[in-house]
């Protein structure tokens, strides 16, 4: 497994997202498609991973969904898990890879991955502080993937409890 690293923010993301936005847009009608993760957050440092939200009304949904996304070049499907189904282009974690989280709209997954989002956009002070925190997660953990998210969920856990 590749060691984690943690880059500076780059103004490419918001592009990139809209560039796949667009492609997804084409082939699949009528789901929300959102911008999440630290790539949606101005200045705010991480993985350089675009991290896409689809928001789809019913599981039934998923299967066409996923069908049509392969068609897109990802490849990589993760089942079901905690709420989300998860793709990407390629098993390597990677600078500027995409990642497409497929949720169902108002389900506690949505409701979560917006919040969070939005809570860091909103409050630049804290979005600082998440990006020093994941520097220190990355030292701690040695670059070791499922260390570092485990040190990252428990800091995402009491933002959402806040609410």
Known sequence: MKKLKISPYDKEFKKKFEKEKKRISKIIK??????????AISGLGGKGIIDIMIGIR???ESKEI?????????????PKEKGRIFLSKNKILSLRNVHIHIVKTGS?????????????????????RYYNLKLKWLKQSKGNRKVYNKLKEKYIREILEKT
Do not use: N, P
């Open 108 to 128: 506690r997954a949505y409701v979560e991955l917006l919040y969070f989002r939005d809570y860091l956009k909103k409050t630049k002070k804290e979005a600082e």
């Open 66 to 78: 996923i069908k049509k996304l392969k068609g897109l070049d990802f490849i990589h499907i993760h």
């Open 58 to 60: 019913s599981w039934k």
């Open 30 to 39: 009528d789901c929300e498609i959102h911008h999440i993760g630290s790539t």
